[in-house]
C-alpha cells in the first residue's frame, strides 16, 4: 500500500508523456514522414508498365497514354485543394486510403486476368483514380505542416518531399522481401494496400496543432537530425540496391535489408519522442494555454478589423480586386488573383517544361532500358537510383534553398532555373547514350524532377500567402500532366512507335505479326530526348524572367510577418508571467 502512491505517480506520468507525444507537433511530423513514404507509388510505373504493356498487348503509344493519366492523377490536385477548404486533413487522408486501394487493386486484377481484359479507357481510368490518391495525401500533410512550422517553409517541404522521393525505392524493397524478385505485378498490389493502411491509422494524428505557431530555440537543429536520419536511410538503400544489382539475393537476405530499411524509417520516432521529452520538462501547460486565449482574442479583433476592410473591398468591381488591386508579394491573395497573376503563368510554364519533360522521361524509363538492351534487374536499378536521387533533389532544394535565401537571399526562382538547366543535360545523356549513361541520366533526372517540387510549393507559399496554400500549390502544378500528355503522348510515343515499325520492316515483318511493338537500339528515343532537352532549356529561360520580377521581394525579409507573431507572442508571455 504504501507503494500505491509512487506507482500512481509513475502511471500519472507515464500517461501525461505518451499524451505529450501523440498530440505533439514532433510526433505529427515523424506520422507525416511515414505517410508521405508512401505516397510516391506512381514512381514504380517503370518496374510494372512492362507488364501492363506485355499482359493487355499495349504498343508504346497506348502505355504512354497510361503514363499520362498517371500523370494527370498525380498532378491535378485542384479538387483535393478544394475539399481542404471545406472539410479536415482526416478525412482527405480517408478519401485519399480509399482511392488509392481502388484504383490500384482493379490495376492488378486486370494484369492478373483476375477479371474480363478491361478497354484501355478503364485502364486509364484506373491509373488516374489511383494516382489522385497521392494529392488528397500531400494537401492533408503539407498544408498543416506549414501551418504547424510557417517559420521552415523550406526546410519541412523538402523533408517531406525528399520521403515522397525516397517512397519508390522504400516500396521496391519491401516488395522485394514480401513478394521476391520474380513477382512484379504483385507490386501492384503493395502499392494498393501499404500506402492506404498508413493514412488510416495516423488519420487522427494530421491536423493542424491548436495553439500559438511560434518558433522554437532549437527547432531548425531537429530539422536536421532528421535530415541526418534520412540522408543515412537512402544512402542505406543505395548501397541495398547495388548490392542486389551485383550479387543475387535471396529471399532471407531480401527480407534482411528490408528490415534494415524499416528500422531507419521509424528512427525519426525517437527524435519526435525526446523532443517531446523537452518540451515537457521546459514548457508549462497552463501558462500556454493562458496565452493562446490572449492570442486568439487578438486575432479575432483583427479578424474583426479585416472583415469590415473586406466589406469597404467589396464595393469595388471584380475586375479591379482581381487584376489593379492586388495584395502584395507575400501577403495572402485569392485564388483568382493568384491564378491570374503574371508570376503564375510564369510557373505554369516551368511546371509545362520541367515537370512535363521529368514526367516523360520517368514514365519511358522501362523502355529506354529495354531499347539499349539492359536486363530487367538494370531496369529496376534504374528506378531505385532515380527515386533515391529524388529524395537528394528533394532535400537539396529544400535545405540548401532556404539556407542561401536566408543568408545571401539567393531567391529560390533562380535556383529553379539551375535545376532545369541540369535535367536538360539527364535528357540528353539519353538521346545520345553510351555505356552506362542511363545510370548516370536516372540521377541527374531524378535530382532535377524531385528538386523542382519544393521549389515550386515554397515559392507558391512565398509569392501567394499560406490562406489559400493548399488550392494554389495543386493548380501551380497542373502544367505538368499537360507537359506530360503533348511531350510523352503525342511525341515521344508515336516516335518510339514509328521507329519500331522501321525495326519491324528491316526483319521483314509487319505490325500484324508480333503482338508488342518493341524497339531495340539507339535511335528509339533520340530524337524524342532532343526535343525534351530543348523545351526544358526554355523552361529555364522563363524562369529567369520570374527571378528578374521578384529580385526585390527576395531581397527582403520574406518571413516578417511571422517574426511579427513571435514578438507578439513573446510580449503576451512576459506580461502574463
Not at 530555440?217 to 535530415?227: I, M
Not at 510557373?347 to 522501362?366: E, I, Q, R
Not at 488550392?471 to 515521344?492: D, M
Request: aromatic share 12%.
Amino acid at each position: 500500500m504504501n507503494n500505491l502512491p509512487s506507482l500512481t505517480g509513475a502511471i500519472y506520468t507515464n500517461y501525461r508523456l505518451t499524451l505529450q507525444v501523440l498530440r505533439g507537433r514532433w510526433f505529427y511530423l515523424f506520422a507525416s514522414f511515414l505517410i508521405m513514404s508512401g505516397a510516391g507509388a506512381t514512381y514504380l510505373f517503370g518496374v510494372y508498365s512492362p507488364d501492363i504493356k506485355t499482359t493487355l498487348g499495349y504498343d508504346q503509344t497506348t502505355l504512354n497514354l497510361i503514363g499520362f493519366f498517371k500523370d494527370v492523377g498525380s498532378s491535378v490536385g485542384v479538387i483535393s485543394g478544394l475539399t481542404a477548404e471545406l472539410l479536415p486533413p482526416w478525412c482527405l487522408l480517408l478519401i485519399g486510403a480509399a482511392v488509392n486501394f481502388t484504383g490500384y487493386f482493379m490495376i492488378w486484377l486486370s494484369v492478373t486476368s483476375r477479371i474480363a481484359e478491361p478497354r484501355v479507357w478503364h485502364v486509364c481510368m484506373y491509373m488516374c483514380i489511383a494516382a489522385n490518391a497521392q494529392n488528397f495525401e500531400n494537401t492533408s500533410v503539407l498544408t498543416t505542416t506549414l501551418r504547424n512550422f510557417p517559420e521552415n517553409r523550406g526546410v519541412v517541404l523538402g523533408l517531406l518531399k525528399g520521403f515522397t522521393g525516397l517512397s519508390g525505392a522504400i516500396l521496391a524493397q519491401i516488395y522485394l522481401a514480401v513478394y521476391g524478385d520474380e513477382h512484379s505485378k504483385d507490386v501492384i498490389l503493395l502499392i494498393a494496400w501499404l500506402p492506404a493502411v498508413l493514412s488510416v491509422v495516423f488519420v487522427y494524428t494530421i491536423r493542424e496543432i491548436d495553439g500559438v505557431k511560434v518558433k522554437e530555440v532549437d527547432e531548425l537543429r531537429v530539422f536536421y537530425q532528421f535530415l541526418y536520419v534520412s540522408i543515412v536511410l537512402a544512402l542505406v538503400i543505395m548501397g541495398i540496391t547495388i548490392a542486389q544489382k551485383m550479387a543475387d539475393f535471396s529471399p532471407a537476405s531480401y527480407a534482411g535489408g528490408c528490415a534494415v530499411v524499416c528500422c531507419l524509417l521509424f528512427a525519426p520516432l525517437f527524435i519526435s519522442i525526446k523532443q517531446e521529452l523537452e518540451v515537457l520538462k521546459k514548457s508549462n501547460q497552463e501558462r500556454i494555454r493562458v496565452c493562446e486565449v490572449r492570442l486568439e482574442n487578438l486575432d479575432d479583433i483583427h479578424d474583426h478589423d479585416l472583415d469590415q476592410d473586406q466589406e469597404e473591398k467589396s464595393r469595388l468591381c471584380c475586375y479591379e480586386s482581381i487584376f489593379l488591386n492586388k495584395p502584395k508579394r507575400g501577403e495572402d491573395y485569392s485564388i483568382l488573383q493568384a491564378l491570374l497573376s503574371v508570376d503564375m503563368v510564369i510557373l505554369y510554364v516551368a511546371t509545362f517544361c520541367g515537370l512535363g519533360t521529368s514526367f516523360t522521361a520517368v514514365d519511358n524509363l522501362g523502355q529506354i532500358g529495354e531499347s539499349l538492351g539492359y536486363p530487367r534487374k538494370s531496369i529496376s536499378t534504374f528506378v531505385s537510383l532515380l527515386s533515391i536521387w529524388n529524395y537528394f533533389g528533394r532535400i537539396f532544394s529544400g535545405f540548401v534553398s532556404e539556407h542561401l535565401l536566408i543568408k545571401y537571399k539567393f531567391p529560390r526562382p533562380l535556383m529553379m532555373t539551375l535545376v532545369l538547366f541540369m535535367s536538360c543535360i539527364g535528357h540528353l545523356l539519353i538521346a545520345f547514350p553510351f555505356s552506362g549513361s542511363v545510370y548516370i541520366a536516372s540521377i541527374i533526372i531524378g535530382f532535377s524532377f524531385g528538386a523542382q517540387l519544393p521549389l515550386i510549393f515554397a515559392i507558391v507559399s512565398e509569392l501567394f500567402g499560406l490562406k489559400r496554400f493548399s488550392t494554389l500549390f495543386n493548380c501551380a502544378q497542373l502544367g505538368g500532366p499537360v507537359g506530360s500528355y503533348i511531350l510523352n503522348v503525342r511525341v515521344t510515343g508515336p516516335m518510339y512507335d514509328r521507329q519500331a515499325l522501321k525495326v519491324l520492316e528491316r526483319s521483314g515483318l509487319d505490325r500484324s505479326s508480333v503482338k508488342e511493338l518493341v524497339c531495340i537500339g539507339k535511335e528509339c528515343y533520340r530524337w524524342s530526348f532532343m526535343m525534351l532537352g530543348g523545351v526544358c532549356c526554355f523552361g529555364a529561360l522563363a524562369t529567369l524572367v520570374l527571378v528578374a520580377r521578384t529580385r526585390e521581394f527576395y531581397n527582403g525579409d520574406i518571413y516578417s510577418k511571422f517574426k511579427e507573431q513571435k514578438g507578439v507572442a513573446k510580449i503576451e508571455d512576459s506580461q502574463l508571467g
